[in-house]
């Protein structure tokens, strides 16, 4: 059988609507966090502890307004909670950031050489 009679009449009848599952749209909003280096590395860094923006502006060498804007979408996904105290916000994981942060690991980064 050729690849061409496999496909003839696949559209002669109307098909009914695809269903998927509910959250889909919860879970795309997950994946589109993760899918970013610079979010990832924020994780790492408030994995196990709450830290000023502040330092995250330091310890990323970033200009705040970038990492205000990563900040949020991770908060948005439901993977840091973020407090205000005075004028600086404090970030830190959420359980569910947790396990897709296991990919780290517990080891060190090897020195360049």
Same mark, same amino acid.
């Given at each position: 059988?050729?690849?061409?009679?496999?496909? /003839?009449?696949?559209?002669?009848?109307?098909?009914?609507? &695809?269903?998927?599952?509910?959250?889909?749209?919860?879970? &795309?909003?997950?994946? /589109? &966090?993760?899918?970013?280096?610079?979010?990832? /590395?924020?994780?790492?860094? $408030?994995?196990?502890?709450?830290?000023?923006?502040?330092?995250? $502006?330091?310890?990323?060498?970033?200009?705040?307004? +970038?990492?205000?804007?990563?900040?949020? $979408?991770?908060?948005?996904?439901?993977?840091?909670? &973020?407090? /205000?105290?005075?004028?600086?916000?404090?970030?830190?994981? +959420?359980?569910?950031?947790?396990?897709?942060?296991? $990919?780290?690991? +517990?080891?060190?980064?090897?020195?360049?050489?």
């Amino acid at each position: 059988m050729k690849p061409q009679d496999l496909l /003839k009449g696949c559209c002669s009848a109307p098909s009914p609507q &695809a269903s998927f599952p509910i959250g889909l749209e919860e879970k &795309a909003r997950l994946f /589109k &966090a993760l899918g970013d280096e610079v979010r990832l /590395k924020l994780l790492h860094l $408030v994995r196990d502890q709450e830290v000023c923006v502040c330092d995250l $502006v330091t310890a990323m060498g970033m200009a705040q307004g +970038t990492l205000s804007h990563h900040l949020s $979408v991770l908060h948005q996904a439901g993977l840091v909670t &973020a407090r /205000k105290q005075g004028r600086w916000n404090y970030y830190q994981a +959420t359980a569910l950031a947790l396990d897709p942060l296991e $990919v780290f690991g +517990t080891e060190k980064p090897k020195a360049k050489t």
